[in-house]
């Protein structure tokens, strides 16, 4: 796929388009053999190689997407009878297999990982990789120490018990929870556990990388490198 040339750079290393177009300037960016002149330039990542500094760059295969997910879609690739979050990736993305890395329920708002990356998705799901998803809730009632105590020891659901999570209390009424595995409706299911309901759910983060601020809902853009990382770290 032919992408500009600033575009390609800063989704593989996140440095700023500002910078990067100083370094066009300065002829510290090659193409092949041939020196780059204007950041409008496109060049296919998958073939041509490209070089800082005379150093290689070194591209990932995959894309990663963080999208921010609205309500109302719900977290597949096809459905015949919903709006799928895939209805919401730019169509310079749509030959690119991506699938949700992992579910978010129709209502719930926030991170959603988009990926073509099989093997990174199964790491980041893996409850035993211990990756944490911080979640925002509203519930309907006030929460309570034994919801926090109940949370750490681990909730039982259909005879399963959870992994401790925890739940940081902002004030009567919503909280964060952190969990390490996602079970169907887990936060819904934990909470109703105590006679609650949730009212608002949106996850806020995973592992240490936070929902950009600047991402408005329904929008999603790609992950440098390093965002990528902090997911795992
Ligand atoms: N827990 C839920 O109940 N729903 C979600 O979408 C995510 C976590």
């Known amino acids: 796929m032919l992408e500009r040339i600033d575009k390609i750079i800063g989704n593989q290393t996140g440095i ?20 780059v002149v204007s950041p409008k330039e496109k060049y296919d990542s998958s073939k041509d ?3 800082i500094d005379d150093e290689l760059l070194v591209i990932s295969k995959y894309v990663y997407l963080v999208l921010n997910k609205p309500k109302g879609y719900v977290s597949a690739t096809i459905d ?17 297999h991506l699938f949700p890395a992992g579910r978010l329920d129709k209502d719930t708002t926030g991170f959603l990982l988009l990926t073509d990356d099989g093997i990174f998705a199964h790491n980041i799901l893996s409850p035993k990789k ?7 809730v509203i519930i309907d009632s006030i929460i309570t120490n034994d919801m926090i105590d109940g949370f750490s020891n681990g909730i039982i659901l ?18 964060y929870v952190t969990l390490t595995e996602g ?3 887990q936060i819904k299911r934990m909470f109703q556990s105590f006679g609650a309901s949730v009212l608002e759910l949106k996850r806020v983060s995973m592992g240490s990388l936070e929902l950009p601020s600047d991402l ?10 390093d965002e990528v990382y902090l997911i795992t770290h």
């Open 16 to 35: 700023s388009r500002n910078e990067i177009h100083k370094m066009i300037k300065n002829k510290k960016v090659k193409v092949n053999d041939k020196v």
């Open 183 to 185: 079970k169907y409706h």
């Open 49 to 51: 190689n490209i070089y």
């Open 158 to 175: 259909d005879g399963e018990k959870c992994k401790s999570s925890i739940l940081e209390k902002i004030d009567d009424n919503s909280c």
């Open 130 to 136: 211990h990756i944490k998803k911080k979640y925002y």
């Open 80 to 96: 015949h009878y919903e709006k799928t979050v895939l209805d919401l990736v730019p169509e310079s993305y749509q030959n690119r």
């Open 216 to 225: 408005a809902l329904g929008e999603c853009r790609e992950l440098t490198k």
